[in-house]
């Protein structure tokens, strides 16, 4: 992906204040008007400076694309890393200038979903507030048995100064037992103060799962990869296989094959209609390291000599 910078763009500092960044749109806005314009690529760069402003003038568009641009080093493709918007707040402001389409693939990439809710016009002198929402990473095993955990949220806001800067604050999260990756805790009042005597809006925390060293998931199935040695694939065997649950007693059926899928029913994600666990069969084969053991490699080619695993390739 081709990262944009908007700063460039705009002919600002990294530093400067949403009123210069005010200031640089509107001069640049009438020099590239298509209506008025004679430069040649008029069109082309006064769309690319509204995509710019669309950004910068946003102090939560703006506070994700700094920490996003953290991770960019000039001359190189662009690629987001995993979840590198989590544990961000922001009030889904929407677009105020039109819909992504209107803008490149670089900013529906980054804006077209987490910035997609609307914001209401506040003309009452009484209205409740705006709801907030951030994405948040838990472990897995806080879905399996419930738990409570500190999670702190970075809030962007205008200093007094005019720039934009972030404020932490942590909050005491109660995680439901059962919940899944992109289900929602809603934490009543946590969100934008109310107008007059409206009430404080509500804070959406979508849930994602911090990548596990052992397991992956697929919706409320939990899988992992089980290796095991040949002649315990061959023979059959007990193992002690470990889950988020605690360590369980798998049998592994004689003649079992790479990939077979051993499946604990029920032991996935709880929930009303629980998920599965299942352990993925990965054989493992000993190193040859010194000539005892190379024996026994060539005793075992002698005695399958006439096994051959690339018959399905018919050769």
């Known amino acids: 992906m081709e990262f944009k910078d908007y700063y460039s763009i705009m002919g600002v500092a990294r530093d400067a204040t949403q009123d210069e960044i005010k200031r640089a749109y509107r001069l640049l806005a009438r020099k590239y008007h298509p209506d008025v314009s004679k430069e040649p690529d008029a069109e082309a760069r006064f769309k690319e400076v509204g995509e710019a402003n669309e950004v910068l003038k946003d102090p939560e568009k703006r506070a994700a694309y700094d920490k996003l641009g953290a991770n960019w080093k000039g001359g190189q493709d662009f690629n987001p890393p995993p979840d590198w918007n989590t544990g961000f707040e922001f009030s889904g402001g929407g677009y105020t200038g039109g819909d992504a389409a209107q803008f490149s693939d670089f900013f529906e990439s980054l804006y077209g979903r987490d910035f997609s809710a609307a914001r209401g016009h506040r003309a009452q002198s009484h209205a409740r507030g705006e709801d907030h929402h951030a994405r948040v990473l838990i472990d897995l095993e806080d879905s399996y048995i419930g738990a409570v955990r500190t999670i702190a949220l970075q809030v962007p806001e205008v200093d007094a100064q005019g720039r934009v800067a972030m404020r932490e604050r942590k909050l005491n999260v109660t995680i439901p037992q059962g919940i899944r990756a992109g289900q929602h805790i809603r934490l009543a009042g946590q969100g934008a103060a109310g107008f007059g005597q409206g ?49 369980v007693e798998i049998k592994v059926p004689a003649g079992a094959a790479a990939g077979n899928k051993l499946r604990l029913k029920g032991q996935g994600i709880p929930s009303k209609t629980p998920g599965d666990f299942y352990a993925v069969l990965k054989i493992v084969l000993p190193r040859a390291d010194d000539e005892a053991d190379k024996e026994v490699y060539r005793n075992m080619a002698a005695q399958f000599k006439s096994f051959n695993p690339r018959s399905k390739l018919g050769v």
């Open 199 to 247: 009430k404080s809006g509500d804070l959406l925390l979508e849930i994602e799962f911090r990548p596990h060293p052992l397991y992956r998931l697929e919706k409320q199935d939990v899988y992992l990869d089980l290796p095991v040695a040949p002649w315990e694939a061959a023979l059959g065997t007990a193992l002690n296989v470990p889950t988020p649950n605690g360590v």
